[in-house]
Structures are given as structure tokens and as C-alpha cells.
């Protein structure tokens, strides 16, 4: 199973792993954030959307990910690509749907 969400195609084991290294690199507050959104793309249910609220704080996270040191590399650029999706739906007002 896999992700489409207006971006790069996301496998569920890349958004686990994303999520993986995020939760362990980033402070508790910033997990936070973004954890609904990898407990959704995990929960092997059906397509969902983010608010555009939680769209950018989310968008602000994995900017914080794709620059963090404990963030591997490969793990950075899924991060940043994350970032400008998200950050686009957050600018444009509207949902960000993951199907």
C-alpha cells in the first residue's frame, strides 16, 4: 500500500521509516504534530485529508527534519519534499489529501 498526496508517491514502509527517524530526532512537542499524520498513512485505512492549519505546522516539522543532524540523508530530501507539499496546501487553503 502506498500514498499518493499531491507529491512523490509514499509507500506505507517509507512513511513508517520517515516516521521512525523523526520521532527518535525530534523534540517531543514537534513529534506531536506530525504523528497523526503518520498514525493515519500507517493505519492501512482509507484516504484522509489534513486541515490546513495542522497542513502548516506539519509543513514547519518536516522542515525541521529535512535539517536535523540525526535525520539521515535520504531520510532529509523525504522530509523537504514533505515540507514544500504540505507547505503548498497550507498556502492554497486547502486540505491536503492522502489517497
Known sequence: MGWSNGGAYRSATAMF???QYMAHALPAA???VVQPLFESAN???GPFAVSPAD???MAEV???AAKHRLVPRFWRKSASELAAVAAKYAASGTP???S
Open 62 to 64: 518536516f522542515r525541521a
Open 30 to 32: 514537534d513529534w506531536r
Open 43 to 45: 493505519s492501512g485505512g
Open 96 to 98: 491536503w489529501r492522502w
Open 55 to 57: 497542513t502548516r505546522r
Open 17 to 19: 521509516e520517515l516516521g
